[in-house]
């Protein structure tokens, strides 16, 4: 049977009247706009006068006109700062993003802080060139582990997916499929920690059992027997990044015991212990910076942060600035470091000479215009944000700094102690979640606050970025895992479906993985 039209719509009559006027448009007045760059807030053209009325679209063409060298069109992100108000409610947001056009957003913002007088500074901020769908369903639920889930980790591809549980198990996930691969079986106690090597290549799982075990990704089977040498569990483990050793990388892991033991992966041994805090070692992360081997980040509960040259174990800085347990750091590398040769072009390198030169452009490309930050959070309520090798960056070179060892920002508003604090991927904010049920954000080179992200009913354990900085995700106590929009500041998509606490989150692609005390691992999607 043919489908059949709907029939034309009528049109009004208005029974001898003269249809009504159409209303003229609102009138709109100009407003003088400056465009400062967000990174080193210099101009990025001559102040011009604008029609308050003009959309975010047209600003970013207009930006991409006035600062073109003759490349693509850039996407821009625009935000004001607003004034500071001593009356303002605690966590109100400091900055407004343009998401419309400044006559809605700016003009019409309920502090009132603008005029058509006066001139507005808009901070703009170049987005990366890929955007990242936010997942709003739940394409798989993956049962398996016997235990609740305690870690998950993506590899840097994005093909495959790690997960640790209680069950002394470790298992392999295939995501193109969204079916297990394989069984990671020989921990004696809970697997605690999953880190995957940079190039895919390797997997290491650390365990209750004190052991450090490495996996065959492709075949799901061991590397050879445990690592043994800690005496009590292990806590985190961080591989070299592949810039600074591309072949044979070797592998950090944290005990609570209080030490750091580095592996060699060729010989399997010990190279070096690192000795030097009282108490367990909650975090590793092995950075670029400092000397040629990269540096080591160490947190630990005798309240410090420790630096150490990874070369051959020689303790650089000691960081005491906390009043309790440091249990959470993160470099604005992280995601350059985790990811080494892969980027968001899908191109595989062929060689180890190739990855090394892949790795090494995009390290370099994020250290342009900022050294190796780190921020470091604590059971004090408070996060300390710290630039230890300021001369690793050609923009700040000439900064002087009072004293390396000396935070260069604290960043308090939390009211609970924090659980997880990461950098975006461009380095340009920090999410922090702590147990007051919020997430908080901050700039990433100052550490001056943004906004409070309100919505989960429990504490929030973890936090994930996307890969273009977008988008941010949140997984909790009360169950659900939430995605935040950060323009409005607000939540984008609520993520329930787990029938218990959420213990791991991850983002990768357009693929969002949580896992937690229900025992099954969910994959959500677009």
């Known amino acids: 049977m043919a489908t059949l039209l709907p029939p034309p719509k009528r049109q009004k009559i208005y029974h001898g009247n003269s249809a009504p006027e159409l209303e003229p448009p609102a009138p709109t007045s100009n407003v003088v706009v400056q465009f400062v760059s967000e990174e080193d807030g210099t101009s990025l053209a001559p102040a011009v006068n ?10 970013e063409a207009l930006v991409n ?10 996407p821009f992100s625009f935000h004001v700062k607003l004034r500071e108000d001593k009356n303002a409610l605690p966590g109100a947001p400091t900055q407004v993003v343009i998401s419309k056009s400044i006559e809605v957003d700016i003009l019409g913002h309920p502090t009132g802080d603008f005029t058509t007088e006066d ?6 901020s170049p987005q990366s060139v890929f955007r990242v769908r936010p997942a709003t369903r739940c394409s798989s639920t993956l049962s398996g582990h016997s235990s609740p889930i305690l870690c998950a980790s993506f590899s840097p591809t994005g093909n495959l997916l790690a997960t640790g549980s209680g069950d002394t198990n470790a298992r392999l996930w295939d995501l193109n499929t969204e079916t297990p691969s394989h069984v990671l079986s020989g ?21 209750h059992d004190g052991h450090v075990r490495l996996w065959d990704p492709k075949t ?17 483990l961080a591989w070299e990044p592949i810039h600074i050793n591309a072949t044979s990388p070797r592998l950090a892991s944290s005990s609570k015991d209080g030490t750091v033991r580095v ?18 070692v909650n975090l590793v992360k092995w950075g670029g910076g400092g000397g040629k081997k990269g540096v080591l980040y160490t947190a630990s509960s005798d309240r410090t942060v420790r630096i150490w040259d990874a070369e051959a174990g020689r303790p650089l800085h000691t960081l005491k600035e906390h009043a309790h347990w440091v249990t959470t750091l993160t470099l604005n590398t992280d995601f350059v470091l985790r990811t080494g040769p892969f980027d968001h072009t899908g191109r595989k390198p062929t060689s180890d000479e190739e990855a090394h030169k892949l790795a090494q452009a995009r390290y370099d490309a994020l250290l342009r215009t900022t050294p190796e930050l780190l921020i470091s959070g604590s059971d004090d309520h408070t996060l300390f944000l710290w630039s230890l090798f300021p001369s690793s960056s050609p923009t700040s070179a000439g900064v002087l700094q009072q004293s390396i060892t000396k935070p260069v920002a604290r960043l308090t508003g939390h009211q609970r102690q924090i659980s997880h604090v990461v950098f975006s991927p461009d380095g340009k904010l920090v999410a922090s979640a702590a147990w007051d049920n919020s997430v908080r954000l901050w700039e990433g080179r100052t550490g001056k606050f943004v906004a409070t992200l309100r919505g989960h009913v429990g504490a929030v354990y973890r936090l994930a970025w996307s890969a273009d900085s977008r988008l941010l995700v949140s997984a909790s106590k009360d169950s659900t895992l939430k995605i935040w929009d950060l323009k409005t500041y607000k939540i984008k998509n609520d993520l329930p479906g787990h029938t218990d606490e959420v213990y ?12 937690g005390r229900d025992r099954t691992v969910k994959i959500w999607k677009n």
């Open 220 to 236: 799901g089977t061991p590397i050879g027997d445990a690592l043994k040498g800690h005496s009590k569990h292990i806590m985190s």
């Open 65 to 74: 006109k006035l600062s073109s060298q003759g490349e693509e069109p850039v």
């Open 119 to 124: 001139v507005i500074v808009i901070h703009c």
């Open 187 to 207: 921990h004696k106690g809970w697997v605690l920690c999953v880190e995957w090597e940079a190039m895919e290549r390797k997997l290491a799982t650390g365990g």
């Open 50 to 59: 604008l029609p308050a009325n003009v959309s975010r679209e047209g600003l």
């Open 504 to 515: 791991c989150v991850d983002f990768v692609a357009d693929k969002v993985v949580s896992g």
């Open 263 to 280: 592996w060699s992966t060729l010989t399997r041994r010990t190279e070096y212990t690192l000795g030097g805090h009282s108490a367990s």
